[in-house]
């Protein structure tokens, strides 16, 4: 048994699934880095903030994005309209000893460049990936759709994170149909706030996820 870092890499079903607030929940939870590699839209805030503003740990650092788009849209059209190509040569981890929790931006298929989708950044980055799913009438196909496309990539899925109302029909089918592993669940939320996000964080840790992780590596490594 060895201690091993979590690097995972938070995607979702789609965009405002609550990347954000797990990322946020996960970077307590390990004490973790977190970092943000593609921003658009930058106001009223960016996700770095709110990630910020909901962390209450001394450890946690946050890294620059590699880029900070001003319009809130697609990156590959944000990147466009101010005359920016986005580079993947460019997406590199942060140098960090700590945990480390990326986000992406809206879903696995969202272009950053031409020929270059958020999946391929992923790969790239050959981190294994927490999936956030929330619920509402069509989620299940967006989430199988999700999880299919990274398990046929071979991308390691550590978990999976219900979102929202709970819904016994539609997780009982995601989690047999997928056979993916299920991570503590958020419920609706009148106020999500510091608070709340530590109250979460024990939940995760107490699921598996400790700053100071022991045992084999949950993910196979080359
Ligand atoms: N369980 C919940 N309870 C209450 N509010 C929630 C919950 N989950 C998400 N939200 C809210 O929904 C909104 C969208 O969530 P969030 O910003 O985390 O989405 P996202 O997937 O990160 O989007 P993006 O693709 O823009 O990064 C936010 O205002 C967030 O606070
Ligand atoms: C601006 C938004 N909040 C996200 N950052 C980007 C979402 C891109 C979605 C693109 C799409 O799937 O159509
Ligand atoms: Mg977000």
Redesign the pocket.
């Known amino acids: 048994m060895t201690t091993f870092l979590e690097q995972l890499f938070?995607t979702?079903i789609?965009?405002?699934?609550?990347?954000?607030?797990?990322?946020?929940i996960l970077t307590e939870a390990l004490q973790a880095d977190y970092w943000?590699p593609v921003q658009?839209?930058l106001t009223p805030t960016t996700?770095t903030a709110?990630v910020r503003s909901l962390v209450t740990n001394p450890v946690s650092r946050f890294h620059p994005e590699a880029y900070r788009l001003v319009l809130?849209a697609s990156p590959h059209a944000a990147a466009a309209a101010e005359n920016i190509r986005i580079q993947p040569e460019r997406f590199v981890l942060p140098r960090t000893t700590n945990n480390l929790i990326v986000?992406?931006?809206?879903?696995l298929f969202v272009p950053l460049a031409p020929g270059f989708l958020l999946v391929d950044l992923l790969a790239q980055l050959q981190l294994a990936t927490v999936v956030?799913s929330?619920n509402y009438l069509g989620s299940i196909n967006h989430t199988l759709l999700t999880l299919e496309a990274l398990q046929r990539r071979g991308l390691p899925i550590r978990g999976l994170v219900f979102?929202?109302e709970v819904t016994p029909a539609t997780e009982e089918f995601i989690l047999e149909h997928s056979g993916v592993p299920v991570m503590p669940r958020?419920?609706?939320?009148?106020?999500?706030d510091a608070a709340m996000v530590s109250r979460y964080a024990a939940e995760f840790r107490a699921w598996g996820l400790t700053p100071g992780s022991v045992g084999p590596h949950p993910r196979p490594l080359s």
């Open positions: 938070v979702g789609g965009t405002d699934v609550g990347k954000t607030l797990v990322a946020a943000k658009a839209g996700d709110t809130p986000e992406g931006a809206g879903g956030v929330r979102n929202g958020l419920r609706p939320e009148a106020v999500t």
